[in-house]
């Protein structure tokens, strides 16, 4: 949450030619409301079912980056079909840069407690999963358009 998921998948889309879909987005669209609602009127495990069903049929279309939302990875038939059928990047960036972000939107439903000891139990129990990715990033004091650039640069090498 918060490191910026859909704007470098927006920005390397557009480097490689590529179709952009974000998950979260499309969700928002098709259920005519926005994510917090989604949790706050029809509960996280509604969200998840659709999560599934829509990152399952995106993650098969070719030529395409696809900014999935925070848990979507964590969802062991999502990871399954990512790790078999795609590439997948880990952006990582440190738990205080990812606190400063997120305190500044009032969007996240995991998050509205606010707290630093939820923020930290969230990525402590992601990142076991978020390892699995084929490749990370440590977003760590790099601006966008470098985290672009080595995404193009491992899949680049990976695609041969």
């Not at 927006?10 to 952009?20: D, M, T």
């Not at 400063?100 to 999963?129: A, C, G, H, M, W």
Request: charged share 35%; proline share 1%.
């Amino acid at each position: 949450m918060g490191v910026g998921k859909s704007t470098i998948g927006r920005i390397l889309s557009k480097k490689l030619k590529f179709k952009f879909f974000d998950i979260d987005k499309i969700i928002e669209k098709n259920q005519k409301m926005k994510i917090y609602e989604i949790f706050e009127i029809k509960g996280e495990s509604f969200f998840r079912n659709v999560e599934e069903k829509f990152t399952l049929k995106f993650v098969k279309k070719k030529n395409s980056v696809i900014a999935l939302g925070g848990g979507a990875f964590v969802n062991l038939r999502i990871r399954e079909a990512i790790l078999r059928n795609n590439k997948s990047f880990w952006l990582d960036a440190p738990i205080d840069a990812l606190k400063t972000r997120v305190q500044r939107k009032k969007t996240r439903p995991l998050l509205f407690d606010n707290s630093s000891r939820n923020l930290k139990k969230i990525y402590s129990e992601r990142k076991k999963i978020y390892k699995l990715a084929n490749f990370k990033i440590n977003c760590d004091n790099l601006h966008k358009n470098k985290i672009v650039k080595k995404i193009i640069n491992l899949y680049e090498k990976d695609k041969y």
